[in-house]
């Protein structure tokens, strides 16, 4: 069975062929305007290939609710269409995607939510604390996202450690241009960072992360050469002007590195010392951690990150071993493990692979 995996960002298009569960052939077209024209063209250099395509896999940032990955039918695209304002940027793309494939393709077609993989989070965790009138009329709650990530790499660490899924607590940091931190109890997700939308927790490559709120009226109310923020220009900002870029002007971890300024050195210690935080806090909802799983962009290649944020947390039982963490990329084949042997918490890197897991759901769904 041949599996067309479509991800449709912002502003590009990734997508993935797999043969079952082995990848036949990749692709990424950037700065997409037009998704139908760019996705007919995938489509046509698939063809001219003469790769078939038995089913299609839809990645989508937003499913609100939903708590699993579904079958498309149109009663679930007007679903959508529903809660697409809860992240516009990406899922808008997304759906126009599905529809132009469903009037396409007479393959089965599957939905997969960024979001599903937390709806198993409590109500003490999910809730924020204001007026329940208007969170529970207007969907506000914690979602959460990057689930495919956060799964993926959850079923692997339960490899490398010998011990099935449902014995571990596991706490994943997926560090890239984005990043959140899950706490995984027993295969399921009890708490993550990213919220309502992708803004909350983690400081990220152009995200703020946690804020206090009442900085942005305060914004608002400014009117000066430094700051001149309206409604629209708010979301702009603390999405793409903050993170990393806010404190030292870049955003690419491997230039913040190579930087000797000071605000780089800055944006490095508040990256690592907000994710510190989160471990820990982590480590208290689940009363434990057996592994502390790093993966994404920096979690995967940035070996300074991983050393500086678990710094100083012995206390716990969290001992890197400094040699095994200084892995080149070339060993990143498989997971790795990265603690010292008398670690009581293990360390591992495992490198994500969302497309696969993808790959995996719709599997699943067409072979039932
Ligand atoms: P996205 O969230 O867009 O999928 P990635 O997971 O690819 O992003 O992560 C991008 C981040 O990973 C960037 O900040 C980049 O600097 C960082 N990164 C990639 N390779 C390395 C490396 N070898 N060393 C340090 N950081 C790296």
């Known amino acids: 069975m041949n599996i067309l995996i479509i991800n449709a960002g912002s502003s590009s298009i990734k997508y993935s062929l797999f ?24 489509i046509k250099q698939l063809a001219a290939q003469n790769y078939t395509i038995d089913a299609i896999g839809h990645r989508v940032v937003h499913g609100g609710k939903i708590t699993k990955s579904k079958r498309i039918t149109k009663k679930l695209v007007k679903q959508l269409d529903k809660i ?29 939510f960024d979001t599903s993989f937390h709806s198993t989070i409590p109500d003490y965790a999910y809730t924020y604390a204001i ?15 990057h689930g495919m990530s956060h799964k993926y790499v959850s079923l692997h660490a339960a490899n490398v450690l010998k011990k ?10 997926h560090l890239g241009n984005g990043a959140s931190i899950t706490a995984i109890n027993r295969g399921k997700s009890i708490d993550t960072s990213m919220g309502f939308t992708p803004l909350e927790g983690l400081v990220m490559g152009t995200r703020s992360g946690d804020l206090d709120p009442a900085i942005i009226p305060f914004l608002q109310k400014q009117k000066n050469s430094i700051i001149n923020l309206n409604l629209n220009k708010t979301e702009l900002f603390l999405n793409k002007k903050c993170g990393l870029k806010g404190i030292c002007g870049m955003n690419d971890m491997r230039d913040i590195y190579n930087s000797k300024s000071k605000d780089a050195k800055l944006a490095i210690e ?8 989160y471990i820990g806090s982590y480590m208290a909802a689940l009363n434990g951690v057996d592994a502390i799983i790093f993966t994404g962009g920096i979690g995967e290649n940035a070996e300074w990150i991983r050393e500086k944020t ?14 095994k963490n200084k892995i080149s990329k070339a060993a990143m084949q498989g997971p790795l493990v990265i603690s010292k042997n008398n670690s009581k918490i293990k360390i591992l890197v495992v490198k ?6 993808m790959c995996e759901e719709v599997i699943s769904i067409v072979s039932r």
Do not use: W
């Not at 678990?310 to 040699?323: A, E, P, R, Y």
């Not at 994500?352 to 897991?357: G, I, R, S, V």
């Open 19 to 42: 043969e079952n569960k082995k990848l036949l052939i990749n692709g990424l077209e950037e700065r997409v305007k037009d998704y139908k024209k760019i996705l007919k063209k995938i």
């Open 310 to 323: 678990l710094k100083n947390m012995d206390f716990f039982g969290i001992n890197l071993d400094k040699k």
């Open 164 to 173: 099935p899924l449902s014995k571990l607590k596991l706490i994943t940091c």
């Open 84 to 112: 697409k304002e809860l992240a516009p940027l990406h899922d808008i793309p997304e759906i126009n995607c599905i529809k132009f494939c469903l009037e396409n393709f007479k393959v089965p077609q599957i939905a997969i």
């Open 270 to 277: 508040v990256f690592c010392y907000r994710l510190k935080k």
């Open 352 to 357: 994500t692979n969302e497309e696969l897991m």
């Open 131 to 145: 007026p329940q009138k208007i969170s529970k009329k207007l969907g506000i709650r914690r979602y959460g996202f």
